[in-house]
């Protein structure tokens, strides 16, 4: 498992059904080590505190492995890491495979799985598909949240381990209780 890019991006306004809406969804690589704050990561912010970001959404992951089904879902569309609006582009770390509660170390920063990714419209807006949002969930390709549980610095390229945690006391105890 590792990052394969780091993700940020500044809040804008876009025009949308007649309407202004400020929107960070629009995130590019960036290079180097990035500084992993409690909130989120160095150059990146969130728009609207209400429903994005905060202590249990700090960075968003989301699979590398589903670019290749995007892409053919919107027509082979050139998608750049960073596309769905996501911090970290990783690779190995699925969503059936990740729990909520799995703690990571990536770099010098260690982050705790807080739950799975429920868009909103902006993702519409990103791709000038309001039907993306619904497709979306439906394909369960929708990444995960972070929260931050040591802030350190990440870059791309750099291992994801799962560091033990509550899973391995989790099976310790069911194999204390079978015996």
């Known amino acids: 498992m590792k990052v394969l890019s780091i993700n940020a991006g500044l809040p804008r306004e876009v025009q949308s059904l007649a309407r202004t809406v400020t929107t960070s969804i629009f995130k590019a690589p960036v290079a180097g080590r990035i500084a992993v704050r409690r909130h989120n990561i160095d150059g990146d912010r969130q728009s609207d505190l209400s429903v994005h970001g905060g202590a249990d959404k700090a960075v968003y992951v989301y699979p590398a492995e589903h670019y290749a089904f995007w892409r053919a879902w919107l027509g082979d ?3 750049p890491w960073g596309a769905f609006g996501e911090n970290l582009s990783t690779e190995g770390l699925l969503e059936d495979t990740t729990y909520i509660g799995d703690r990571l170390q990536i770099g010098s920063a260690e982050f705790l799985v807080t739950q799975p990714r429920m868009p909103c419209f ?3 807006i990103r791709f000038n598909r309001p039907d993306i949002v619904k497709h979306f969930l439906q394909s369960g390709r929708t990444g995960f949240y972070l929260s931050v549980s040591r802030q350190g610095e990440v870059g791309a390229g750099d ?3 799962l560091a033990q945690g509550w899973r391995d006391h989790f099976r310790k ?5 079978g015996e």
Do not use: D, F, N
């Not at 105890?173 to 209780?177: A, I, K, P, Q």
């Open 173 to 177: 105890r069911l194999r204390e209780l």
């Open 77 to 79: 569309e050139v998608l």
């Open 122 to 124: 902006k993702l519409g």
């Open 159 to 161: 291992a994801v381990t």
